[in-house]
C-alpha cells in the first residue's frame, strides 16, 4: 500500500520532469553525452579554471549528425549562457550549416503524418 503511493508520486515526478516523453525523439542520457567527442558538440568552451563547458551535441557517438538534437541544438541556442559570446555564433553558423545540408524542414514540428 505505502509502496504503491511512493510509485504513484515517484511517476508523477517524472512526468514533471519528462522523462520518458517521446515527444522529441530519443533523449540521450548524460552518460551518453558524456561520452560523446568533442566533435559532437556545436562549441566547446573552457572556463579560467581549465574546465570544458561543450555544448548543444548534436552529432551521435559514431560521429552521425542527429536531426532532432540538431533541431533541440538550434531551438536551444538562445538559452545556453556562453563564457565567450563569440561562440554563440560559432556555433550558430554550424547548426546552420548542418540544417542546410538536410534542409529547412527537417526542423519543423510534425503537422500531420503525410502518406
Ligand atoms: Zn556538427
Known amino acids: ?56 551535441p548534436h552529432h551521435d557517438a559514431a560521429g552521425n549528425l542527429d536531426i532532432p538534437h540538431l533541431c533541440n541544438a538550434l531551438s536551444r541556442l538562445g538559452q545556453v549562457k556562453w ?9 550558430r553558423r554550424h547548426l546552420q550549416e548542418h540544417l542546410e545540408q538536410v534542409g529547412r524542414g527537417a526542423c519543423r514540428p510534425p503537422r500531420k503524418s503525410t502518406p
Open 83 to 91: 563564457r565567450n559570446p563569440a561562440n554563440a555564433e560559432i556555433a
Open 1 to 56: 500500500m505505502g509502496i504503491m503511493r511512493f510509485l504513484g508520486a515517484a511517476v508523477a515526478v517524472l512526468a514533471m520532469l519528462g522523462v520518458g516523453s517521446t515527444a522529441e525523439g530519443a533523449k540521450w542520457s548524460r552518460t551518453y553525452i558524456r561520452q560523446l567527442p568533442d566533435s559532437a558538440f556545436a562549441a566547446i568552451e573552457r572556463t579560467p579554471e581549465g574546465r570544458t563547458i561543450r555544448h548543444l
